[in-house]
């Protein structure tokens, strides 16, 4: 079973981001299930979050035999033109990137929404992780930062520093040159489980994949890789609002087909 979140963004002026749903699938047994998690519940309470008109209740199962479509049109289509360009920008190999790989690198924003899709965080058996995904916050930066980001090339390593106050979320991650220029922020719903590896600096490092130069959109410019180890005893994406609401039940799903 592979797993996928779904993020959402509140309007202005807080923007604040909440994981909202979990999605998990397994392609070659025609097997997809989505469920609202308990930060959907909380984005209701604080910022009057409704339900999506895909999944329009928040206390419902949803499942198909093939990837939902709110998913499925995240992903650029491959018999456009550009389809081959767009693989690469991912570090992708063409023809073998399936949609959820390509989904879990993109990130699958649109312009028409305030959604995000992200994968789940594994923790291997020794407490390592590694996971990539595109730099946010590419233009906000200043014009030195995007000089900067000029050079950059595969396999350069970046630094990863903690930021106290942003002034959009107070606390960010940011990722640096080794020269001090930032060229970008991790996703903010990654802070709250990096913040935990970052008590030891030590434990994580950071490196440039893919640099994407004009024409590519500031969101596409720069991919990158972070690993790193988790504390002993931490699990990632463990607190409330990464649980489904429905957590007995879609247990119970897991275990049926599973068997």
Known sequence: MRSLYLAWESPQPRRAWYPIGLLLADPPKHLYQFAYTKGAQIASKEV???????????????????LFPLFQNRILSPGREDFREYIDQLALTPG???????????????????????????????????????????????????????????????QVSVELNNPA????????????????????????????VLEDPAHITAKV????????????????????????NYEPMSSPEFQPIIKSLFSQWRSQKLS
């Not at 009057?48 to 093939?66: H, Q, R, T, V």
């Not at 979320?169 to 935990?196: C, E, F």
């Open 48 to 66: 009057g979050l409704k339900p999506l008109d895909a999944f329009p209740d928040f206390k419902k199962f949803y499942e198909s035999a093939e």
């Open 96 to 158: 073998n990137a399936d949609p959820l790989e390509i989904l879990a690198v993109s990130g699958g924003e649109r312009q028409t929404d305030s959604l995000e899709v992200f994968p789940k965080i594994e923790k291997h058996k020794d407490g390592s992780f590694k996971c990539r995904f595109l730099l946010h916050g590419g233009r906000l930066l200043n014009s030195a930062a995007i000089e900067r980001v000029h050079p950059l090339k595969e396999g350069d390593e970046l």
């Open 169 to 196: 979320t107070t606390l960010a991650i940011q990722l640096q040159t080794r020269d001090y220029h930032v060229v970008g922020w991790t996703p903010r719903y990654l802070v709250r489980d990096l913040i935990k």
């Open 209 to 232: 994949v893919k640099v994407n130069p004009s024409p590519a959109p500031s969101r596409m410019r720069i991919l990158v890789e972070l690993e790193g180890h988790w504390p002993q």
